[in-house]
Each structure stands twice: as C-alpha cells, then as structure tokens.
C-alpha cells in the first residue's frame, strides 16, 4: 500500500456582500471617521448598530452618532497574530462600549503589553490612513487618558458618494489528503494504470474508487485494475470554450465504461473528428509525457460495443 | 409526544491527523458498530440525518460522500444540516415525533486536521463586523473567559482545575484525543493557556434513535429522551453577556432538566471557562458527575463533539451507570446556541 498523498489545497473566494440601510450608514460613517450607533425601541444605543433589534426583532432606523473614545468591557491578550488580524505585533483583542453607546464593538487594542491593558480602561480609535467603508477603516484602538464624552447625538445616516456593499476577500490554506482508495488509485495511474475497488457484497468495480460501495455502505478494499480500453457509453459535444482552458471547441467530452469497471468515469474523447463520436465506439487512453492522467481516449479501432453490453452503466 | 431513545452509540478514536483516511473512510466504522449493535440494516433506517461542515477539510459536498458509507440506495429519506450532529439529532427526533419514521441514524464527523481551524471557524462570523478582522476561536473564547474572571465567577487556578478534572476522567475514556492530566502551558490568548483549549482533531460518532417499543426491543435499557430543546442567542458578541447562557437556561428550562436533579452531565465547553457559564446556567452542583468521558478537553472533533456528548451521555444510561444524565452541545462563538437533552434510563421514570 503506497503512502497516503497530501498536497497544498487552497480555498480563496471574494465575498461581495450588500449592505442595508444602517450597514451602509455606519461603514460610510467609518470613512468619514464618524462612528455611528442605532437606537432601538428600548432607548439603548447599539454599537455596531444592526437593522432588527436582537431582543424584539423589531426594524430599527433611527441612528444616532457616538464617541470616537469609549471604555474596554473585556480583553484577550494575543501573543501571537494570525495573518490577516488587524496588527501584525501581539495586542489585544477588546470589546470596547463607546462613549454614548450601550453595546461593545470587537477590535483590537495597540499596547505595549498585556501588563498594560485592563477592563475598564480608556481608549479611543486609531483611524486607518486609507478608508474605504470597512470595519477595518479603524485600524485598531489606542490607550486614551481622557474621561467619557457626552451624550449621542441625533444623526441622519446621509452622507455623499455613500458605501452600498462590500467585498470580503478570504483564504483558507489545506492540506489535501486524499485518503486510503483515492491515495491507490493516484499511485497507479501515476505507473499509467487504473485501479479500481470492488465492493464485496455487490462485486461492482468502482472507478475511481472512493473507498466505500454507495449502494451497500460497505467498504471496497479488492483493488482491481481495469481497462485499459472502454466503451463510451453516453457523450456530449463541447462548442463553448471554457476560460483558461487551451482547446479547440468544438471537442466531445464522454462517459467512458473501462473494461471491468461498473462504473463510467468521464474524459474527453480524442482522434477522431467530434461529429463521428458514437455510443458503443471503442476507446483506449493517451497519456503524454509526465501526466497524471490520460489526457484523452483515442479510438482503437475495434467494432463498436454491442449495445447490451453497456446499457447498465448508462 | 412519542417516546424516543438513543438505543446505540458509537465513535472513532480521535486522532490529531488521519491523513490515511478520507472522510468517509474514516466515518464507515462507526455507522456500522451502530448497524450492528441494533440488527439494523440501512433499509431498515427510517430516517437518516448527518452534520458536518466541508470548511473543516476544505472538501467540497464532502457530506454527499460520506453517504456512501451508509449505502443510500434504493433512496433513502435523509437530510444533512451544517452543523454539529447534536443538530442533526434534533432533526431526526422531530422526524420520528411527526410518525414519519420510528428509527433514525445519526451521524457526524469532523476532520480539522487539513486545515487551521482556528482560522478556518471565523468564517462562521458576522462576515462585515467580524470577518474581516479574523478573530480566531481561542481569541473569542477568551474574551469571555477575561469576563469571567472580571466577573468573580472564576481564576485561572479554578480554569486550570477543570482542566485537570477532565483530563483526568479521560484516562478511562480510550477514545480521547488526550487521556491523562497535560500541564497548563502557555498563554495561547491570554487568559486561556494550551490546557485551557481543546485538542484539535479529526473524529466521528454515530447514534441511533427509535420510538417506542421498536426501541425496547433494540436496546436493553434505552436512553429515553426525556426532553430537548436548543436556543440562541443574538450574534453580536458585544451585545450579549458573556458571562452568562440564558440560552442553555431556557434550553434546559423547557427540556424539564429542572423537574428533578440529573445524576450526570455531559457538557460541550471546548473551553476549560465555558463549563464554568454552563454550571452556572444549568445549576450544576458537586453531586453531579460533570464531563466523566473527558468532555471536549479530551476529543473535539469539531461537528461530532455535541453529538458524542448526547452519546456519552446515553452510553452511561445503556451501561446502567447513570439514570438521569444532562446532555448539552453548543455552536458558534462563546457558546451562542446551546442544546440541551435530558436522558433517562426506563427504571427512573415513574
């Protein structure tokens, strides 16, 4: 049994996410270096404000502006930041209630040391020098001597050129493992074989094999190598060209049923021109120097399969 | 309401890496120590309910290839939730509650080890508050835990005992992840130190549930659910009191924990801090047996880790060690939806 595969595996995507009317208001607000709180029917302030009141669920608009300077509710000291946290030198995580507000914002606090950061202390924002409409406009929160500021006071949320939506850029880092059967059957194709698993109760073959049998539940362990020809059992023809992909359309993509195998994998179909791919024609793989895979199938040139032969794999 | 039991348990070992395994590979065992300790066959399953999450391993609908290990063919009436499989046990007692189905598989697993599932978790966040500064879990957790202990309601030295405690009861347990006391380490986000945090792992556990007589007949002493509710709470972390779970109070208020005292609790607190909000919440007193399997301290496989406590907590029932037991699991940062059963062996109930 070969050595379980791994590989890097990364999962990048940019969320571009829209924004309602308080979100809008309060991260414009951070571009304009204006912290922006809403009040719900209760009369507390919520900081970041949200568009339902959590405990009534009722709609809430009416926004109100808060203090840049607030005080620390509770606090974790990071020794070591992650990549993309918003300091790149240990600091602390804070829950900071703002000046004016009756809720706490997360962010992360500026400070020499964790000896020097405590629940209740003063601080204020430390405005990013680029801000577009984020909640990373505020670059962290610095320790600030000063005594609470006054009350909120009655905003209308309007600004110029307002924020209506973000993207969120994220990146998970892996490290793919195949597992036991698709581990075999990499390892053999890799010595240009093909190595399917039967199920023990149902003596299918499964190509690729996934490591357990769909219709009994059980697990395939009796590696069986297959083809290396086939019959294709269904295909399509290909006429739109795929981005980053350099082949010629139109080109025809099948459903190969590989001799000993009960179950069709899929591959493109190659010499022989697209509208003379049939149900039944015969096929055997090309691989091409240092590939991990067939590249296509290529007719062999026998008679075609008779159809009874296929049909169940269809 | 019909009777349902948990009338079978089982798990995987947990393991820091099982890179020979894929999912499913490393979930089929346990789906068929439960087949096999009922007589089940899958067509036998009225219901089946799975949960997972593919973020964990970065694999792609890796829940519809896990179902190859259950053999869903001819089709079988399933569903899966992106969740804990505590979650998906809800599901399925609501199924057999509704006549649906008179038995149900459960399952769930979790494999961490391919990616950082420190990072990996915050992606469950407010994604325009809160994912863009990627607060990683143990960061979270101990916001909560510098609340407690702001709060009077614990210290480090105390944090550091229930860590022991539950490493402790898990040298009995052979499937933890860590059997055995570990030494309190270093700060990982200050104040919660290594032996504060979970181990991170890959795992699996299944159960099955039946109404009734079905159930009687599958089980010698079934784990009756007595009662099962779960709540949450507002996601902003600055809007709730982190020292406190009204959600798991109200959980446990309607799943009638309150009626009489439970002789043991299996609780879902990843976090040495978090058991110290559930005691509270939940009133647990010294009589009762706190965590014996080792908890989440002892194997956390993240989407398994509630369903095996509701497990542990019907295995002891099964094994006529407990009569009344507490099963809780938890989701999301700084325990902000709670679950909580309450489990009965037959001769306690009158």
């Known amino acids: 049994m070969p050595e379980a595969l791994s590989a890097p595996l990364v999962v990048e995507f940019p969320f571009t996410r829209s924004l309602g009317p308080v979100q809008s208001a309060f991260l414009t607000g951070l571009r304009e270096r204006t912290v922006l709180g809403v009040r719900t029917a209760g009369g507390k302030v919520l900081v970041p404000p949200v568009e339902y009141d959590p405990v009534t669920a009722e709609e809430i608009r009416e926004l109100t502006e808060v203090a840049a300077t607030g005080t620390v509710t509770t606090w974790a000291w990071n020794p070591a930041p992650r990549p993309a946290q918003p300091l790149a030198t240990p600091f602390a995580w804070v829950l900071v209630r703002l000046d004016g507000a009756d809720t706490a914002l997360l962010h992360a606090l500026a400070a020499p040391g964790p000896e020097t950061v405590r629940t209740g202390m003063r601080v204020r924002i430390r405005w990013a020098a680029e801000r577009t409409g984020a909640i990373t406009d505020i670059a962290c929160f610095e320790p600030y001597d000063g005594e609470e500021t006054g009350r909120p006071a009655p905003h209308d949320g309007v600004f110029t050129d307002p924020v209506t939506g973000i993207v969120t850029p ?3 880092d892996y490290r793919y493992t195949p597992g036991r059967a698709q581990s075999a059957y990499l390892d053999a194709l890799s010595r240009q ?10 003596h299918k073959v499964y190509v690729p094999p996934r490591g357990a049998c769909p219709t009994c539940g059980v697990a395939t362990t009796e590696r069986v190598e297959v083809g290396p020809r086939g019959t294709v059992t269904t295909f399509c023809i290909v006429n739109i060209k795929a981005k980053n992909l350099d082949m010629d359309v139109p080109y025809v993509y099948a459903h190969i049923a590989l001799d000993g195998a009960d179950l069709a994998l899929h591959a493109r179909i190659g010499g022989i021109p697209y509208d003379q791919v049939r149900m039944g024609l015969r096929v055997e793989p090309v691989w091409t120097e240092g590939g991990r895979h067939p590249d296509h199938y290529r007719p ?3 008679p075609d399969a008779d159809y009874d032969a296929y049909k169940e794999l269809l | 309401m019909r009777d349902v039991a948990i009338v079978a348990f089982a798990q995987t070992d947990h393991l820091r890496h099982t890179d020979e395994l894929s999912e499913v590979e490393m979930l089929m065992p346990v789906l068929h120590r439960v087949l096999d300790a009922t007589g089940l066959r899958t067509s036998d399953i009225g219901f089946t309910c799975s949960g997972s999450s593919d973020y964990l391993a970065g694999r792609a609908f890796s829940f519809t290839m896990a179902l190859d290990g259950v053999g869903a063919y001819p089709p079988i009436s ?19 509650q509704t006549g649906q189905a008179d038995t149900a598989l459960v399952y769930s697993y979790g494999k961490s080890s391919p990616g950082t599932v420190r990072d990996v978790l915050t992606r469950q966040l407010d994604p325009y508050y809160l994912g863009p500064l990627w607060p990683d879990s143990v960061a979270l957790a101990a916001l909560q835990a510098q609340a407690l202990i702001d709060a009077g309601d614990t210290d480090e030295a105390a944090l550091a005992e229930i860590a ?38 890959d795992g699996a556990a299944a159960v099955i549930l039946a109404a009734g007589d079905t159930a009687r007949a599958l089980c010698p002493r079934p784990a009756w659910i007595r009662g099962i509710d779960h709540r949450i709470e507002a996601h902003g972390l600055g809007v709730r009191e982190l020292t406190e779970s009204p959600s798991t109070r109200l959980a446990a208020t309607r799943a009638g924990l309150f009626r009489r005292p439970v002789d043991t609790a299996e609780l879902h607190a990843p976090f040495t801090s978090q058991e110290v909000v559930l005691r509270k919440a939940l009133g647990l007193d010294d009589s009762v047996n706190v965590n014996p399997s080792g908890g989440a301290l002892a194997a956390n496989p993240v989407m398994a880790a509630g369903l095996i406590r509701l497990g542990e907590a019907a295995a002891r029932i099964h094994r006529g060690e407990s ?28």
Not at chain 1, 193 to 202: A, D, F, L, N, Q
Not at chain 2, 167 to 189: E, I, K, L, M, W
Not at chain 2, 341 to 350: D, K, N, P, R
């Open chain 2, 164 to 201: 022991h405690r539950s490493r402790t009861a898990a040298a009995d347990n052979p499937h933890a992840q860590v059997g055995g006391p570990v030494p309190a380490g270093d700060y990982v986000v200050r104040p919660l130190r290594t032996g504060d945090c979970p181990p991170v792992g």
């Open chain 2, 323 to 350: 009569d009344r037991a507490l099963a809780h699991a938890t989701s999301g940062p700084c325990l902000q939806q709670n679950l909580v059963a309450v489990l009965e062996g037959e001769s306690a109930h009158v």
């Open chain 1, 170 to 172: 994220a990146r998970l």
């Open chain 1, 193 to 202: 074989r093909i190595v399917g698993e039967r199920c023990p109760s149902c």
């Open chain 2, 78 to 96: 399933e569903s899966h939730v992106e969740m804990d499989g505590a979650w998906a046990l809800y599901e399925a007692w609501v199924k057999i």
């Open chain 1, 300 to 302: 062999t040139g026998e």
